[in-house]
């Protein structure tokens, strides 16, 4: 094993990345910690890993995501200082939103700059992420009341580049209404049985070209630099889903086929509703049905769910028919908003809460009409991405990491902006399900070849 992978905050698209290049990449072994409690993974993970990570000589590359203290590691562990040190941020302390800057916890921010510089190579997912770290490293340091440091982000700049999250989708044909699947056959050509898609050719890839790797699987030939290639946000080889389904009716069958102890569909459990794409469908032909919105997102502040369920709330107001289904991962600490909202959309709601299967929440992506991101913090956005290519139709704030990956029709710069879309589109959501989404063209097959794995290692000497 050459390379070592260490993930402090193994959940969401950190667990995603690090499960993604432990399959692709031979040769690696991956530490990890379970994603709770972040900021006292931020803290002290630095010292579990010291005691965890056994001695290996032949240990080439280390890789790990900014959450963990790089320079804590290799201060306690020197033997993994001499290792090339692939340092990716998924996001980034300095431009993280707080309610007064003030209550910046200084510590997780000068972790990562110290981290940065310890590093032989930065990583970001994003070009949004990496210049609002950059070039907020100088304003951050003046809160150090006397005796600053100078210049280091022209000591930090040099290591840096952007290369962007690597998605796997799975086929979700099966999952799609009739006429989502026409649009995706009409854009991408492909056939019905056919299971596997490469998602790339975003307008943000236009501008900035990811490389094609940071680690190499095979140890017999180590290349120095990191070479440019295709660029993409791509998937890999197609993964099936665990529970493959054919149809609704399948669907159906087998859940009533299951144990009898299993809880009645749209019976509440916990905070939770069981899915069940029946309620998706309600017997109607699409052109009939409401218009369908879905939230996707962490149920954090970070997210701004204030302000999508105040644009809900005032469509409801206005008697206007939509349905809405709000998924997305909830923590130690829900804002009050959801249980207030619940209750007041409670006759628009088809889903409400957490789906940790991913048929399931692959499903209710496709049975949405529209995608909505309110978030005042996003350095990529996986959540949105994975909604488009189930034919959702973004919109997502004109600030952030949005405008580097969808086109200007998909974004909103208001609430009042947002209302206006929302509204006309609950008038006529035929106009989201008759369009076709500006990038779709770049939907083409993935013929199984691994070489367009984004993160296919080159690394140097």
Same mark, same amino acid.
């Given at each position: 094993m050459s390379i070592l992978l260490i993930e402090a905050f193994y959940g969401?698209?950190?667990? #995603? !990345? +690090?499960?993604?290049?432990?399959?692709?990449?031979?040769?690696?072994?991956? =530490?990890?910690l379970p994603a709770k409690k972040w900021h006292w993974r931020a803290r002290?993970?630095?010292?579990?890993?010291?005691?965890?990570?056994?001695?290996?000589a032949n240990y080439r590359i280390l890789f790990a995501s900014s959450v963990l203290n790089l320079t804590e590691l290799i201060a306690l562990r020197p033997d993994l200082g001499k290792l090339k040190k692939v340092l990716y941020f998924?996001?980034? #302390? !300095? +431009?993280?939103?707080?309610q007064k800057y003030q209550e910046r916890?200084?510590? =997780?921010?000068?972790?990562?700059?110290?981290?940065?510089l310890v590093a032989d190579i930065v990583v970001f997912n994003s070009a949004f992420n990496m210049e609002s770290f950059l070039t907020s490293i100088g304003k951050f340091l003046k809160l150090i009341p006397d005796h600053r440091p100078k210049d280091l982000e022209k000591i930090i700049?040099?290591?840096?580049?952007?290369?962007?999250?690597?998605?796997?989708f799975p086929d979700v044909s099966r999952f799609m209404p009739e006429y989502k699947l026409a649009h995706l056959e009409k854009i991408t050509g492909v056939r019905e049985n056919e299971d596997t898609y490469l998602f790339r050719c975003l307008p943000f890839q236009q501008k900035y070209r990811a490389t094609e790797s940071l680690m190499k699987n095979s140890s017999s030939s180590l290349e120095s630099g990191l070479c440019e290639a295709q660029s993409g946000l791509c998937t890999t080889q197609q993964e099936r889903l665990q529970y493959p389904l054919t149809s609704l009716e399948k669907l159906n069958k087998s859940e009533a086929s299951e144990s009898t102890n299993q809880e009645v569909p749209c019976q509440e459990d916990k905070q939770h509703v069981t899915f069940n794409p029946c309620n998706l469908?309600?017997?109607?032909?699409?052109?009939?049905?409401?218009?369908?919105?879905?939230?996707?997102h962490r149920w954090e502040h970070d997210k701004d769910p204030e302000s999508f369920f105040k644009v809900l709330l005032k469509l409801k107001e206005m008697d206007l028919p939509f349905h809405m289904s709000v998924l997305g991962e909830t923590f130690t600490d829900v804002p009050d908003i959801f249980s207030e909202a619940k209750k007041a959309l409670e006759s628009s709601i088809l889903h409400w809460g957490y789906l940790p299967r991913k048929d399931d929440y692959f499903q209710a992506l496709c049975m949405a009409d529209v995608v909505i991101s309110t978030a005042k913090h996003e350095f990529f956005g996986v959540a949105m991405i994975e909604a488009v290519y189930c034919g959702c139709y973004p919109l997502c704030p004109n600030a952030l990491v949005y405008p580097e990956i969808f086109p200007a029709e998909y974004l909103y710069s208001t609430p009042e902006q947002l209302f206006k879309r929302l509204q006309n589109f609950c008038k006529r959501p035929?106009?989201?399900?008759?369009?076709?989404?500006?990038?779709?063209q770049c939907f083409p097959e993935?013929?199984?070849?691994?070489?367009?794995?984004?993160?296919?290692?080159k690394c140097t000497e």
């Open positions: 969401g698209s950190h667990k #995603q !990345l +690090a499960d993604l290049l432990q399959e692709e990449i031979e040769e690696c072994v991956l =530490y990890t002290t993970a630095a010292l579990y890993f010291m005691q965890t990570v056994p001695a290996n998924h996001e980034n #302390q !300095l +431009a993280y939103p707080v916890d200084f510590q =997780y921010g000068y972790n990562q700059i110290l981290s940065c700049r040099p290591k840096c580049q952007v290369l962007h999250f690597p998605i796997r469908l309600s017997g109607m032909d699409y052109q009939q049905r409401p218009l369908h919105i879905v939230w996707p035929d106009i989201v399900r008759k369009h076709l989404y500006k990038v779709c993935f013929h199984n070849t691994p070489q367009f794995l984004p993160f296919r290692d």
